[in-house]
T-cell receptor
Framework: GENVEQHPSTLSVQEGDSAVIKCTYS??????FPWYKQELGKRPQLIID?????GEKKDQRIAVTLNKTAKHFSLHITETQPEDSAVYFC??????????FGAGTRLTVKP | DVKVTQSSRYLVKRTGEKVFLECVQD?????MFWYRQDPGLGLRLIYF???????EKGDIPEGYSVSREKKERFSLILESASTNQTSMYLC????????????FGPGTRLTVT
């Protein structure tokens, strides 16, 4: 089955700096990689996702890159703002609908 | 606007009690999921359902059961609550399984004493 590892578990950056969160997965058949953001006391919400036929996807200040050979994918947030402070979860899904979430990264953006 | 609601935000139960957590979605989604969220462990899948009256075990089904009698409603049942089931429980729904966006409910923080 799928196994997803997420690093770092906590990340603190200065406002305006970039933040990068990395996830590795074990199942080479995985084909869908979403990222969810969970603000304090709120529900997780999808912020960006990527499928295995694409290497990179960007949406304004956030981007996700996928390296299928190395089996890792990363979330990049540029020009961070205090409202980016949250817990971010990655996940990976394969064709058998075997899905796993990473343990989460708590991002703190200091003003 | 899509909406997933859960019956309670906070719940305190005693060991051995039977506990019902209910989830309702108004998006006509086929798929519904129950997760528990614990610090350092992320979201772990308890059960999911592809259709009415259908259910599949996730990674940690022990001590839980589910019911899906109507498309919009997915219930999680703790037959005999134990202290190690103290956790945040999140319900979610999606249009087509795991490979599409999941919409989460606000969560129920369950404490078992």
């Amino acid at each position: 089955g799928e196994n997803v590892e997420q690093h770092p578990s906590t990340l603190s950056v200065q406002e305006g700096d970039s933040a990068v969160i990395k996830c590795t997965y074990s199942d080479s058949a995985s084909n869908y990689f979403p990222w969810y953001k969970q603000e304090l006391g709120k529900r997780p919400q999808l912020i960006i996702d990527i499928r295995s036929n694409v290497g990179e996807k960007k949406d304004q200040r956030i981007a996700v890159t996928l390296n299928k050979t190395a089996k890792h994918f990363s979330l990049h947030i540029t020009e961070t703002q205090p409202e980016d402070s949250a817990v971010y979860f990655c996940a990976a899904t394969d064709n058998n609908n075997d899905m796993r979430f990473g343990a989460g990264t708590r991002l703190t953006v200091k003003p | 606007d899509v909406k997933v609601t859960q019956s309670s935000r906070y719940l305190v139960k005693r060991t051995g009690e039977k506990v019902f957590l209910e989830c309702v979605q108004d998006m006509d989604h086929e798929n519904m999921f129950w997760y528990r969220q614990d610090p350092g462990l992320g979201l772990r899948l308890i059960y999911f359902s592809y259709d009415v009256k259908m259910k599949e075990k996730g990674d940690i089904p022990e001590g839980y059961s589910v019911s899906r009698e109507k498309k919009e409603r997915f219930s999680l049942i703790l037959e005999s609550a134990s202290t190690n089931q103290t956790s945040m429980y999140l319900c979610a729904s999606s249009l087509q399984g795991f490979s599409y966006e999941q919409y989460f409910g606000p969560g129920t923080r369950l404490t078992v004493t």
